[in-house]
């Protein structure tokens, strides 16, 4: 009953998050799709839980580089991440992350998907938001962090 309780906190937790997130288990199968991954693909939960990551209906290379970057995961047990802007008729840039999740002893049993929008301050990019130097020199002093604009994973 406990482990029950706990499961359905982390799972409610997961899908309040405002970043699209998803779990994908061992054998490539999306276990949780949260409201914001239900929004930014337009794809319900029911739609991609249980399904393959082969066979989810998202765009075509965005699918096979999602199904990639999962699979070197549970391979290799290291974090992955990407930038894109195919992400369901979306032109905002979105850094993705993939995160091994651990078994008890210490295999890689799934995988761990954010989506967090890119900005250009973190990349040293023309435009950036604070215009106080580069994105090296901000991260060292903590600009673009939490209080200065951060919108998700990928800023370091």
Same mark, same amino acid.
């Given at each position: 009953?406990?482990?029950?309780?706990?499961?359905?906190?982390?799972?409610?937790?997961?899908?309040?998050?405002?970043?699209?997130?998803?779990?994908?288990?061992?054998?490539?199968?999306?276990?949780?799709?949260?409201?914001?991954?239900?929004?930014?693909?337009?794809? &319900?939960? !029911?739609?991609?839980? #249980? =399904?393959? /990551?082969?066979?989810?209906?998202?765009?075509?290379?965005? *699918?096979?580089?999602?199904?990639?970057?999962?699979?070197?995961?549970?391979?290799?047990?290291?974090?992955?991440?990407?930038?894109?802007?195919?992400?369901?008729?979306?032109?905002?840039?979105?850094?993705?992350?993939?995160?091994?999740?651990?078994? &008890?002893? !210490?295999?890689?049993? #799934? =995988?761990? /998907?954010?989506?967090?929008?890119?900005?250009?301050?973190? *990349?040293?990019?023309?435009?950036?938001?604070?215009?106080?130097?580069?994105?090296?020199?901000?991260?060292?002093?903590?600009?673009?962090?939490?209080?200065?604009?951060?919108?998700?994973?990928?800023?370091?």
């Amino acid at each position: 009953r406990q482990l029950d309780i706990l499961s359905s906190r982390y799972a409610e937790t997961l899908n309040r998050m405002p970043w699209p997130v998803i779990l994908v288990d061992g054998e490539e199968k999306v276990q949780v799709w949260n409201t914001a991954a239900q929004r930014l693909f337009g794809v &319900g939960a !029911g739609a991609a839980v #249980g =399904v393959s /990551v082969e066979r989810l209906p998202i765009e075509a290379s965005l *699918r096979k580089a999602f199904l990639l970057r999962c699979r070197a995961v549970l391979s290799t047990g290291k974090a992955q991440k990407f930038r894109t802007g195919k992400l369901a008729n979306n032109s905002t840039m979105f850094d993705v992350e993939f995160a091994p999740l651990r078994c &008890g002893e !210490g295999c890689t049993d #799934g =995988v761990l /998907v954010i989506f967090g929008h890119s900005q250009p301050a973190e *990349r040293g990019e023309p435009g950036t938001r604070s215009g106080k130097g580069s994105a090296a020199a901000n991260r060292k002093t903590g600009a673009g962090n939490s209080e200065n604009g951060w919108r998700g994973p990928g800023n370091r």
